[in-house]
């Protein structure tokens, strides 16, 4: 069956830095798009950024983009997200899912997905 276990998470303080990691099984790994996604409590799910399978394009939010770096390993069947200079409204639950790019955006509409793992602010 298709998992996602997403790791990574933690406390951090504003302008601090996490890798989250998101191992993936029960698919073709390096035949799908990854792309990570943040929920907070009362709003829906967001997509963050993606990665393409076949060239390794990568999109992001603004709100990402020069702080965020995705990757993905495929001998790992893994997807990362690099996040530095982290801001309070960085803070949520962050998910990774497959089929995640929707032309240059990133598609929130995943077939599976995993518990999740939390980003939390500190002061």
């Known amino acids: 069956e298709v998992q996602f276990v997403e790791s990574g998470g933690g406390l951090v303080p504003a302008g601090g830095s996490l890798r989250l990691s998101c191992e993936a099984s029960?698919?073709?790994?390096?035949?799908?798009?990854i792309g990570w996604f943040r929920q907070t409590p009362g709003k829906a799910r967001e997509g963050i950024s993606c990665?393409?399978?076949?060239?390794?394009?990568?999109y992001y939010t603004d709100s990402a983009k020069g702080r965020f770096t995705i990757s993905r390993d495929s001998a790992k069947k893994t997807a990362y997200l690099q996040m530095n200079a982290l801001k309070p409204e960085d803070a949520g639950n962050y998910f990774c899912?497959?089929?995640?790019?929707?032309?240059?955006?990133?598609?929130?509409?995943?077939?599976?997905w995993g518990q999740g793992t939390l980003v939390t602010g500190s002061s």
């Open positions: 029960g698919f073709v790994f390096d035949d799908y798009a």
């Open positions: 899912a497959r089929r995640a790019c929707l032309g240059s955006t990133v598609d929130n509409t995943g077939d599976h």
């Open positions: 990665i393409s399978t076949f060239d390794s394009r990568t």
